[in-house]
């Protein structure tokens, strides 16, 4: 018998596509898209924090989260980052980088830690 694999809670910034949460709720995560939870424009530090106040993964695409040394000291108390690597924001593209995540993401190799993932691949610091 196959074990099931783990379900998360996603906490989706502004910029990523709503199709892509509806991937990930499609295969039983919970998903919160940052937009309706804060105004539109809010500070990355916002949508870390807020994420991190309701034990989600922050997924983004937003490099901020990987060169910004406040914001990196931050997800050190967080949930975790995923930060998606991509040309293009197109949802299809975040959906296919999205499964590949999914294949290695465990709560212990997230949390407190920023992921870096593209179609190539996947870091996690």
Known sequence: MTPHPPKFTFYLDENFP????????????????????????????????????????????????????????????SSGVIQVQASDSRPETAIRILNKILKKLRHKSIKGKICTASVHKIVFK
């Open 18 to 77: 709503v199709m892509a949460g509806k991937f990930l709720k499609s295969l039983g995560h919970k998903v919160i898209f940052g937009i309706s939870v804060l105004k539109p424009g809010a500070l990355d530090y916002k949508h870390l924090e807020k994420s991190t106040n309701l034990n989600g993964i922050l997924v983004s695409f937003d490099r901020d989260f990987v060169i910004n040394k406040d914001l990196r000291e931050k997800i050190k108390l």
